[in-house]
Nanobody, 122 residues
Framework: VQLQASGGGLVQAGGSLRLSCAASGRTFSNYVMGWIRQGPGSEREFVAG????????EYADSVEGRFTISRDNAKNTVYLQMNSLTPEDTAVYYCAAKSTMVVVPTTRYDFWGQGTQVTVSS
């Protein structure tokens, strides 16, 4: 499956951004989808994941209550709504797909998009 992320940019602390990730090539609803980020000088970090139907989600503690992951299987798209952004959220955000039944907080995904930069200024 091919993944194309978009929606990143520069935002002030406290602001919001909505990331989108369009999938193509295979049946989108067969994949658990996730967002993973990598900040400057940091390892990749799981941010959020969503089950194939969209009924279950998982979040990193650092974003719980501020970020919301969702998906539209009819549009082959997964979203990440990010609110109350802080400079610590600055990172390249990747969408990823995993051929599995269960949503777990992991960075071990099978397919990756190219990433979109999110920069939060203080």
């Amino acid at each position: 499956v091919q993944l194309q992320a978009s929606g990143g940019g520069l935002v002030q602390a406290g602001g919001s951004l909505r990331l989108s990730c369009a999938a193509s090539g295979r049946t989108f609803s067969n994949y658990v989808m996730g967002w993973i980020r990598q900040g400057p000088g940091s390892e990749r970090e799981f941010v959020a994941g969503i089950s194939r139907s969209g009924s279950r989600t998982e979040y990193a503690d650092s974003v719980e209550g501020r970020f919301t992951i969702s998906r539209d299987n009819a549009k082959n798209t997964v979203y990440l709504q990010m609110n109350s952004l802080t400079p610590e959220d600055t990172a390249v955000y990747y969408c990823a797909a995993k051929s599995t039944m269960v949503v777990v907080p992991t960075t071990r995904y099978d397919f990756w998009g190219q990433g979109t930069q999110v920069t939060v200024s203080s």
